[in-house]
């Protein structure tokens, strides 16, 4: 029989240093709290004000009542949690909990929550760091001064996703792990084999609807992906977009593919919407922990050191050669072997 979560942490935290047996608390009661999540999650419209606009949050993005009430869950989870710190995207501030614990998490309690009423998978991500560092010069009475590592320096990294089954992907920097939800055994059981992402693919997943205001990089590289096995690229693709990230990762996890949310030059778009601490962060960490590669188009998202809490940051993540292959697009596309002069200047779609 497959491993429990429980197992799992278990024999985590049994080849202790200080900090695991405080991380495997944390899972838990993250754990604990995405059951709960999940119930309301299934009232479906039943529960109408969940899905009702509720203004928006401290970065402008609208927010529905499951935004904030699954925000008051999680944090509520992680008061009776060994946790230093807690972030959020519905809070414009970080806030301490308990300045004497070894944790801190960033989370994005639902993340695709504008998809909270077409019955597609939403998620919560989530990021843990350490919460006890002698950061030089970050002074005690600011928590979100523990935010501003770099990705590299997570202890652990997650995402619970609401679909079919209730999954949690998880990582804890030694290979990527899958458990889902056994309402059977009221556990979640680990998938037999971690994923491994394929180094190509044929399929990537980006918002079409904005091609028009891109970078050169970004369309070029799609307009050779749709050109197909007559274009450069001498092979046809797959295209998907769902506007729920933790959906796209987890397809990714399980048969390879691309990711593209770039940085275009409409207002607020320049420098991507994503999240780096509690979105792109844990989510790059999974990714190259499963083979996979994550950068904001050049730079490796891990090695970022983010500025600020809720710093936007574009992201590519998926199959490690089609993200190079998107690098050399923004950075050499006049030496990329398989553009011939045919293709040099076309493209599918005008502007």
């Not at 070894?102 to 350490?130: H, K, Q, R």
């Not at 680990?190 to 091609?211: G, L, W």
Request: charged fraction near 20%.
């Amino acid at each position: 029989m497959a491993a429990t979560l429980d197992a799992f942490l278990n024999s985590y935290a049994y080849r202790a240093d200080g900090i695991r047996p405080a991380v495997r608390t944390v899972v838990h009661q993250l754990t604990a709290a995405a059951l709960e999540v999940r119930r309301i999650i299934n009232q479906g419209p039943l529960e109408a004000e969940h899905r009702a606009k509720r203004g928006s949050n401290g970065q402008g993005d609208d927010q529905k009542g499951l935004d904030v009430l699954a925000d008051r869950i999680f944090l509520d989870a992680c008061r009776e949690a060994p946790v230093a710190a807690y972030a959020s995207e519905e809070q414009e501030n970080a806030q301490f909990l308990d300045e004497t614990a070894p944790v801190a998490i960033a989370i994005d309690p639902v993340d695709g929550s504008s998809n909270i009423d077409t019955n597609i998978s939403i998620g919560t991500i989530f990021s843990l760091l350490p919460g006890d560092l002698p950061l030089a010069g970050v002074p005690g009475s600011n928590p979100a001064a523990l935010f501003l590592q770099p990705g590299n320096r997570q202890i652990a990294a997650g995402f619970f996703i609401y679909g079919p089954q209730l999954a949690l992907v998880l990582t804890f920097g030694s290979g990527t792990h899958i458990f889902v939800h056994s309402a059977r055994l009221g556990t979640f059981v680990q998938m037999s084999e971690s994923p491994t992402i394929p180094a190509r693919t044929q399929e990537f997943a980006i918002n079409m609807s904005n091609y028009r205001h891109w970078d050169d990089g970004v369309r070029l590289y799609v307009d050779d992906c749709l050109k197909g096995s007559e274009g450069p690229r001498e092979k046809d693709f797959n295209m998907r977009w769902n506007a729920s990230m933790v959906a796209e990762c987890y397809r990714i996890l399980m048969r390879g593919g691309i990711y593209l949310y770039p940085g275009d030059d409409r207002k607020g778009y320049r420098n991507g919407r994503l999240r780096l601490v509690y979105e792109a962060n844990p989510i790059s960490f999974l990714v190259e922990q499963a083979a996979g590669a994550a950068t904001d188009t050049v730079n490796r998202i891990l090695d970022l050191v983010p500025e600020s809490l809720h710093q936007r940051v574009p992201l590519v993540f998926g199959s490690a050669k089609e993200v190079a292959r998107v690098s050399r697009y923004h950075t050499e596309p006049s030496l990329i072997a398989e553009r011939a002069p045919l293709f040099g200047h076309r493209s599918l779609l005008r502007v």
